[in-house]
T-cell receptor, first 114, second 114 residues
Framework: DAGITQSPRHKVTETGTPVTLRCHQT?????MYWYRQDPGHGLRLIHY???????DKGEVSDGYSVSRSKTEDFLLTLESATSSQTSVYFC?????????????FGPGTRLLVL | AQSVTQPDIHITVSEGASLELRCNYS??????LFWYVQSPGQGLQLLLK??????LVQGIKGFEAEFKRSQSSFNLRKPSVHWSDAAEFFC????????????FGKGTSLLVTP
């Protein structure tokens, strides 16, 4: 399972409140990613990180920020949650084998914004 | 920009029948291609991947996929489907320039009938 955990696994919050999701990995992978999954859209990239304090935006980054102060942790923050951010959030890492990068996913966080 | 199309939103097959799930991609260079499977309420599991070399790749659970550059396709196949194969299947393309982040198709939901 590539040693990826996500917390919390489920969260219900109210519109306008800040929310932080945590992704933790145990195997020192350089690349980490946050995706959201919505019916009819597949998975879409929110942000990714290519090292400590090195991050970049993805396709659907508006309303989200990230931080990576340690190799093992990648945090996703919704500064002021909206109902459109109700989704399932997946963290992923990229594992390098013989020069090939392969992504493995965490179990997901189900977020409901009321 | 890279993109992935999975033309079939839903597919129904009888148990024991063969299966082919279609995936077409748009990308200028040689893509990194992946198939993932997701059971209800679960995370994503890697089925197989293509980076280079032999265009027919074998994966887990008896699945295989063939990369056809001329058709920009990476279709997933299985000779004989089992009821436990019912799930949602996602095709994805990755690129080095975006931190190896994946661009996903919208998924194909597989229903297996007795």
């Amino acid at each position: 399972d590539a040693g990826i955990t996500q917390s919390p696994r489920h969260k219900v919050t109210e519109t306008g409140t800040p929310v932080t999701l945590r992704c933790h990995q145990t195997e020192n992978h350089r690349y980490m990613y946050w995706y959201r999954q919505d019916p009819g859209h597949g998975l879409r990239l929110i942000h990714y990180s290519y090292g400590v304090k090195d991050t970049d935006k993805g396709e659907v980054s508006d309303g989200y920020s990230v931080s990576r102060s340690k190799t093992e942790d990648f945090l996703l923050t919704l500064e002021s949650a909206t109902s459109s951010q109700t989704s399932v959030y997946f963290c992923a890492i990229s594992e390098t084998t013989r020069g090939q990068e392969t992504q493995y996913f965490g179990p997901g966080t189900r977020l409901l914004v009321l | 920009a890279q993109s992935v199309t999975q033309p079939d939103i839903h597919i129904t097959v009888s148990e024991g029948a063969s299966l082919e799930l279609r995936c077409n991609y748009s990308y200028g260079a040689t893509p990194y291609l992946f198939w993932y499977v997701q059971s209800p309420g679960q995370g994503l599991q890697l089925l197989l991947k293509y980076f280079s070399g032999d265009t027919l790749v074998q994966g887990i659970k008896g699945f295989e996929a063939e990369f056809k550059r001329s058709q920009s396709s990476f279709n997933l196949r299985k000779p004989s489907v089992h009821w436990s194969d019912a799930a949602e299947f996602f095709c994805a393309v990755g690129a080095r320039h975006s931190g190896y982040a994946l661009n996903f198709g919208k998924g194909t939901s597989l229903l297996v009938t007795p």
